[in-house]
């Protein structure tokens, strides 16, 4: 006789959305929704079409970095619960439908559920960081650490010497100046930009918002434009700077979705580490200069995201829309949320 399978209690399908929401996003839009079961064993995970941006990310490869990155937040709560998660990705190929399902299937160890080296703690305490780093390296076993994250989790992670971080680094400002001097891309940009009072779950509050770099090497995202008085004045950022390069060597949407699983996972191990990190999104956003991050004379490079490590300050917290308001939920921000 088949054994009947326990329903999750509600607690604990709280907590494992709580714990998916709280994964990165552009500009924090939470690109993400929910379908649960009734029994709470098979979590479907969906993209918000309501909540994209049409000319940063035109094809909705970010969106699904995101998606990606909640995802792997969703598998680790699932360990920490003591259940097995068995994950698809784009299980409805050719379709529309989820693009991925999370089925949990049975129990783990007591063994099982403890083998991750404090991932699941670092998910609420990862915040991007846009403030001035220290300039203290990264040790190489950190890094290594990263580096193997990444592959196990389907991506690469490219740590550049001098010349290449300088190269990079140049691009990035290049996609920068050219999102300033397009209205509409500035415009869009500044749409999930939030005012202190403002009540919507989504978007950037000012009050996470880092200074520009006083010297001009670090290409950091302007979020404030041409808006009088919310620019914050200018500090020296570090000198010598520590990036990372997320690849991976096919560029199909479940390449994305591996990415964002692998940037999640970097992500943690270098909040477990005691590292702060930020997301440089913008070459990213321009075809011919994404097509030039990509490590020279590599074929089969594609890249995704560039990251920003260091020691510092702790990012300030951007807000998250309740998992049990997200499942299900398939429209944009409320026309009613307080923007600036």
């Known amino acids: 006789m088949q054994a009947v399978r326990a329903a999750l209690d509600t607690a604990t399908v709280e907590s494992l959305l709580a714990a998916a929401v709280a994964a990165p996003s552009i500009h924090n839009t939470q690109p993400w929704r929910f379908r649960v079961d009734p029994d709470g064993r098979l979590v479907e995970v969906h993209a918000a079409p309501g909540r994209s941006l049409p000319l940063a990310d035109p094809v909705h490869r ?7 990155a909640a995802l792997f937040n969703l598998r680790l709560a699932a360990v920490r619960s003591g259940w097995r998660p068995e994950v698809r990705l784009l299980p409805e ?8 399902t999370v089925r949990l299937t049975d129990s783990l160890t007591a063994d099982e559920r403890h083998s991750d080296p404090g991932l699941y703690g670092a998910i609420a305490r990862r915040h991007t960081s846009r403030l001035p780093f220290t300039g203290r390296p990264v040790p190489d076993p950190v890094l290594a650490e990263m580096v193997t994250a990444a592959q196990a989790a389907g991506a690469r992670l490219h740590v550049p010497d001098i010349a290449g971080t300088r190269r990079l680094l140049r691009l990035t400002a290049m996609a920068e100046a050219r999102n300033q001097a397009r209205p509409d891309r500035a415009a869009e940009t500044r749409a999930w930009l939030n005012a202190p009072e403002a009540r919507t779950p989504y978007g950037i509050p000012v009050t996470a918002l880092g200074p520009p770099d006083a010297a001009g090497r670090m290409p950091m995202r302007d979020f404030t434009g041409d ?3 919310l620019r914050l004045p200018a500090l020296w950022f570090e000198r010598h700077v520590q990036l990372a390069l997320l690849w991976t060597g096919n560029d199909r949407r479940d390449d994305w979705l591996r990415a964002g699983q692998a940037l999640q996972y970097v992500l943690l191990t270098a909040t477990a580490r005691g590292l702060r990190t930020s997301l440089l ?3 990213m956003e321009w075809p011919d200069l994404r097509a030039a991050m990509a490590l020279p ?5 594609h890249p995704h995201l560039l990251l920003r490590l260091g020691y510092g300050p702790d990012g300030g917290r951007t807000p998250r829309a309740p998992g049990r308001q ?7 921000p409320g026309t009613g949320d307080a923007r600036i």
Do not use: D, E, F, I
Request: aromatic residues 4%.
């Open 227 to 229: 808006l009088p008085g």
């Open 297 to 301: 004379g590599h074929k089969r490079c």
């Open 326 to 332: 997200v499942t299900g939920r398939t429209t944009p």
């Open 93 to 100: 190929r050719g379709r529309p439908g989820p693009l991925a």
């Open 281 to 283: 999104h913008q070459a």
């Open 62 to 68: 970010a969106q699904y970095l995101s998606v990606g």
